[in-house]
């Protein structure tokens, strides 16, 4: 069963200031990888859809896929207050599970005017 | 362009209440369709999806149940609400099966007293 671990919790970085986030999972094998943002306990607004090793970038959100090192990561360039979310990574499952997403517990991203 | 809805918005009910939550999509035929689900502080699980009219499979058993009465409406219910249901419940669509994109509704909140 496919296990996703998200790291840091939290971060809290300047506007302006690049952010890192960090997502590990446990199965490689899984057709893509996704990063989502929430506000407030409010829908999911997807980020970057990725699904080969190697870089994706959406606007100000690039992320990063490494499949040996079980490892997608996100970059925000210049983040603004109004980045100010939870950030979810989002796997799918494999075969007759593609659809089936496993979501990390998620980082807690504050951006400081 | 697809719109999403849920409702309600958010519901307070008592234990051994009955549920019913809705989820309708306009603007795409034949969409697979997601129920998920996230307890405070938790991470999102999927619970239901659905591939077509009148066909449901469970993912993870909650003492929940799905319905899919119409090509456009999703339905999640349960005839008594445990303390445990308390969460917040996401509907999400995708164009199909496998690696396409899931487009998240806004959400309901659900307080079981």
């Known amino acids: 069963q496919q296990k996703v671990q998200q790291s840091p919790e939290s971060l809290t970085v300047s506007e302006g200031a690049m952010a890192s986030l960090n997502c590990t999972f446990s199965?490689?094998?899984?057709?893509?990888f996704r990063w989502y943002r929430q506000h407030s306990a409010k829908g999911l607004e997807v980020l970057v859809s990725?699904?080969?090793?190697g870089e994706k970038e959406e606007g100000r959100f690039t992320a990063h896929l490494n499949r040996a090192n079980l490892h997608v990561s996100l970059h925000i360039r210049e983040p603004q207050p109004s980045d100010s979310a939870v950030y979810l990574c989002a796997v799918s499952g494999t075969g007759a599970n593609t659809g089936k997403l496993t979501f990390g517990h998620g980082t807690i991203l504050r951006v400081h005017p | 362009a697809q719109t999403i809805h849920q409702w309600p918005v958010a519901e307070i009910k008592a234990v051994g209440s009955p549920l019913s939550l809705g989820c309708t999509i306009k603007g795409k035929s034949s969409p697979n369709l997601y129920w998920y689900w996230q307890a405070t502080g938790g991470t999102l699980q999927q619970l239901f999806y659905?591939?077509?009219?009148g066909q449901v499979e469970s993912v993870v058993q909650l003492n929940l149940s799905a319905s899919r009465p119409k090509d456009d409406q999703f339905i999640l219910s349960t005839e008594k609400l445990l303390l445990s249901h308390s969460g917040f419940y996401l509907c999400?669509?995708?164009?199909?099966w496998g690696g396409g994109e899931q487009y998240f509704g806004p959400g309901t909140r659900l307080t079981v007293l």
């Open positions: 999400a669509w995708s164009p199909g």
């Open positions: 990725i699904f080969s090793d």
């Open positions: 199965d490689g094998t899984s057709n893509n």
């Open positions: 659905s591939i077509t009219v």
